[in-house]
Structure formats: C-alpha cells, structure tokens
C-alpha cells in the first residue's frame, strides 16, 4: 500500500529546500557557501531560521522510514544495488558529468567572499577535479543516505517484533531527547580538515534516519501523530517564534546554535507535527502531486546550478536591487530547474549519471 502523505511531506520538503537556498545564497548571518548579503538587518533571513531546524532531519526520517517499505519487498542485495544506483552514482559519477559547473561557480563564489582562487594558476585538468569536488554541494544529503543504506543491513532486524509501534504520543515526544543527543556530536570548534563533518552530521542524521526506520514506520505510531498534529503543531509555532525572537542575527548553522535546547525542540516538534498533519490531512495523491512525487529527487539534485551561477553573476556584475536579485533568482529555480530537469532525463547518459535512472519514468 503506498502511503501518499510520506510522498507528499517529502516533495514539499524538497521545495522548502530550494527556497531555503534562494534566502541561503544571500544571508547576512555569515553562513558559509553564501556570498554575502546587502547590509543592514536582513528580515527576509527569517526564512532560514524558521526552516534548518527541521527540514534536512525530516528528510531523513522520511528517509528510514522509505527504507524499511523497501526492505520488505526486495531483497537485502536488491536494496542495496537499487541505492547504489540512486545515490552512489549520482554523487560520485555525476559529479564529473555535471555538477563541476556548479562546482565552478562555488569556487567563484569563494573567491569573491574571500578574495583568493585556489584554483588560479593550476593547470586545466586540475581545476576540473576541483570544480567536481567543489560540486557535492547538495549531495552531501545523497552520500549519507548510501552509507545509512549499508549501516542499515546489519542492524535491520533488532526490532523484528515492532516493539517501537506501541510508543504512545508522550515517549514519541520523549524521542526528541535523541534529536538533542545527536546534535552534541558536532563538532564545536571545528577546523577546516574537520569542519565538513558539522555539513554532513553523520551521527545526527543516523539517528534520525534509524528513528525513521525502527519508529515512525509503523502506522499505529503514524495514527497516533495524526491525532495529536494540531497541539504538536501548535507547540512548534510557540517555540519556533521564542528561538527566532532570542536568537535572530546569529548564524544558525553554527554548532553552537544548533546544539541548544530551544532549537532541538523546535526542529523536533516539527518533524512530529508534520508527519501528523500530512497523514491527517494529505494521504492521496493527483496529477500533480504524482509529477512531483516522481520528480523531486531529480529537482533537488539539479536545482543548484541556477542558484550558484544566476546568484553569483547578479551580485558581481549587476546593480540590481536586492529584491529583484530574489524575485529572479527564486523564479529561475523553480521555473528553470524542471526544465532541465526533464531535458537531461530525457538523454540516457545524463539520465544515468546525474539521476541515477536506467529508463524515463512515465
């Protein structure tokens, strides 16, 4: 039986996302990657304060919870064969296919916050790999998922009764002391050698990602979050609006921020209150809804090559005003990137490289 509201909560998600990003590439809090805001306090910021708490940890649990439909139809080497493809591929060989031209502008936008290029000097090929490298970006969320995949096999049957599917709504709360738990991992002080493992937070996503498998896969406990969605949501509003309120003007993806009572809470009780809501309210689907079921991931891969170039040369070479800069750079992502989107799906060999898909899907 599919379940249509987990299609549903992921593809909204991934739309959050590349606004996030568009909010992301402008930020005046110092978040790095971005290439800087138009001084002043920055109030269209509140965007990504009001979404990194919760969305790329929603995604993983969403993630594990996928895992475990999937696992009981196929068979552990079919699973990971499927995920290799899926993920591997796309963030390794895709890299070199397509994602060096984002990768290029990432370089560029380094070189102009910082006022050095690493690649200045080197020769052609050299800085190719360093573009493709420079070119993860989004696929770091890709590469944790494969390596949750093989983590996955092991452990997959400790809980072969479904003990976790008779949590009531007050343990499943409870649970957030893991969120929290996870997010003490980081690193503090990180240095540059060590610094992109706050990016992919291994064991914080593992947890939640292992939380999707083993908890929230389960309808009973899926039935329950629906009964509660309003109070929960209601609750996450509430501290939502007191972590923005004490805390906007700081870089919010620092481990210092992150690792706070109040934003574990927050991130926490969304990922429960959206659950709730979705299952609720939005277990079916449609034309639409299946388009985007069927095309998200391919949307998410793709999508940062408009915000890192069009971002890029409308702050270098324009005098645009910053909220034009917005308006086009949010239009170009979420009109642009489904074209290109069904334009390389459409060519076997981007089709493979970058999306990990053997044929088009109808």
Same mark, same amino acid.
């Given at each position: ?32 990657g971005?290439?800087g ?8 910021d509140?965007v ?18 996928? &895992? ?6 196929r ?7 499927s995920?290799?493809l ?14 060096w ?12 916050v ?21 070119g ?5 969320f890709?590469q944790?998922?494969w ?5 996955l ?12 599917s ?18 003490q ?9 060590t610094?992109?493992?706050?990016l ?5 996503y ?17 039935s ?9 949501l ?13 805390t ?5 993806t620092?481990?210092q921020?992150l ?11 969304m ?8 299952? &609720?309210?939005?277990d ?5 809804? &299946? ?16 915000i890192?170039?069009?971002g890029?040369?409308m ?21 642009l ?26």
């Amino acid at each position: 039986m599919r379940r249509h509201w987990i299609d549903n909560l992921r593809w909204v998600t991934v739309l959050l996302v590349l606004l996030y990003h568009v909010f992301y590439y402008y930020n005046g809090k110092g978040v790095i990657g971005g290439i800087g805001g138009f001084g002043g306090p920055q109030y269209q910021d509140l965007v990504m304060y009001v979404l990194y708490p919760w969305f790329m940890p929603l995604l993983f649990i969403l993630a594990g919870i996928s &895992a475990r439909y999937s696992l009981e139809r196929r068979a552990p080497k079919e699973f990971i064969k499927s995920r290799t493809l899926k993920l591997l591929v796309p963030s390794t060989i895709g890299l070199l296919v397509f994602q060096w031209m984002t990768g290029y502008f990432n370089i560029r936008t380094t070189a102009f916050v910082n006022g050095v290029d690493i690649t200045a000097g080197l020769p052609g090929p050299v800085k190719y790999v360093i573009w493709a490298i420079s070119g993860i970006g989004v696929l770091w969320f890709v590469q944790d998922l494969w390596i949750f995949s093989l983590a996955l096999l092991p452990i997959r049957d400790l809980d072969k009764e479904g003990k976790c599917s008779r949590l009531g709504i007050l343990p499943i709360i409870l649970l957030g002391i893991l969120f929290w738990l996870g997010m003490q991992t980081l690193i503090r002080n990180p240095r540059p050698e060590t610094g992109l493992l706050n990016l992919y937070k291994p064991l914080f996503y593992l947890v939640v990602f292992l939380m999707g498998y083993y908890v929230f896969a389960h309808d009973k406990v899926q039935s329950r979050l629906a009964g509660a969605w309003i109070p929960l949501l209601s609750c996450a509003a509430i501290s939502g609006i007191v972590l923005i309120i004490t805390t906007f003007g700081q870089d919010n993806t620092t481990p210092q921020y992150l690792c706070t009572p109040l934003n574990c809470l927050y991130g926490w009780l969304m990922c429960l209150a959206l659950m709730g809501w979705f299952k &609720a309210r939005f277990d079916r689907t449609g034309p639409v809804s &299946a388009y985007m079921t069927r095309s998200s991931y391919g949307l998410y891969v793709t999508h940062y090559l408009f915000i890192a170039s069009l971002g890029y040369m409308m702050k270098v070479y324009t005098d645009l005003p910053p909220v034009v800069m917005y308006l086009i750079l949010a239009a170009s992502v979420f009109l642009l990137t489904p074209v290109l989107y069904e334009i390389l799906r459409r060519i076997p060999v981007f089709r493979w490289c970058v999306y990990g898909e053997k044929k088009v899907d109808k």
